[in-house]
Structure formats: structure tokens, C-alpha cells
């Protein structure tokens, strides 16, 4: 009887065990960290480009475009930090340094920036921004390849 039991006890917890065990895939985005996002508005089907980083301190580029599931690259540290750099340098340009023709969010929005948490839009009016954002992404996202 005890015999049964046990064996009655070690079926259900082994059971329980397995039930609590989830695979995660590699495309698992959760953990992810967002370090700086462009949503390009001036196409027809807006574009996105985000970095994130992982846990681990792995860096991948995501692109996606309309409705259209995203395009994820894996980069390489370097790249990744060179990037990020000049991103930082624009973002920073464009927010504080550069003469701004919007009066709030009342302009039809260009570009839509974020760095880590912190955001800024460009207008439609806003041309020496759009330009520079538009050179940006043609010079360094583009090259990784959408």
C-alpha cells in the first residue's frame, strides 16, 4: 500500500514538474531592451528601426515596415556602440541644438525618436532635421541591410 502510494506520489509531482518547464524560442523580443527607436512616417507604410540589446549584451537591429512582421539582424558590439554613438549625437543635435519650426503637437510628424526612453519628433516644416534623420538612416541603418 505505501509502495502504491509512493509511486501514486512520484507520478504527480513529476507531472507537475514537466508542466512548469516553458521553452522560449530565439525570437523571444520580452527580455529585450529598447536603446533607441526612428519611426519614419514619411513613407506610405511607416517604416521602424529600433536596436535592442539582450541580457546577455547582444545587439540586434529590428526593421519592420506597415503591418509586415519585423526584420531582426544581429550585429556585432562594435558596430552596435559606433551606431548608437552617432545616434545619440543626432538625437541630442536635433532635440537641444537646432531651431525648432513646431509649435507642440500640432505638426504633422516626420520622424518619431526615441532614446532610451526619452523622445522627440520631427515636423514636416522641420527640413535641416528631416534631412539629417534621412541621412542617418541611409548612412548607418540602411547598410545593415532592411
Do not use: W
Not at 512520484?10 to 518547464?21: H, R
Not at 559606433?82 to 505638426?107: P, T, V
Not at 515636423?123 to 541621412?135: A, D, F, G, P, S
Amino acid at each position: 500500500m505505501r509502495m502504491l502510494l509512493g509511486i501514486i506520489l512520484i507520478i504527480f509531482s513529476s507531472g507537475m514538474l514537466s508542466a512548469e518547464i516553458k521553452k522560449t524560442g530565439n525570437q523571444d523580443l520580452r527580455q529585450n531592451r529598447e536603446v533607441f527607436s526612428i519611426e519614419d512616417l514619411t513613407q506610405a507604410q511607416h517604416k521602424v528601426y529600433k536596436m535592442m540589446t539582450s541580457p546577455a549584451g547582444a545587439f540586434s537591429m529590428i526593421f519592420s515596415e506597415g503591418e509586415n512582421p519585423a526584420n531582426i539582424r544581429k550585429i556585432n558590439n562594435e558596430l552596435a556602440n559606433q551606431i548608437d554613438e552617432k545616434f545619440a549625437d543626432q538625437f541630442i543635435s536635433i532635440k537641444y541644438e537646432m531651431a525648432s519650426n513646431s509649435s507642440g503637437d500640432k505638426c504633422k510628424k516626420s520622424y518619431v525618436l526615441s532614446l532610451r526612453g526619452e523622445s522627440h519628433f520631427i515636423c514636416v516644416k522641420e527640413t535641416k532635421q528631416r534631412n539629417k534623420m534621412k541621412l542617418f538612416i541611409n548612412n548607418y541603418i540602411k547598410e545593415l541591410g532592411e
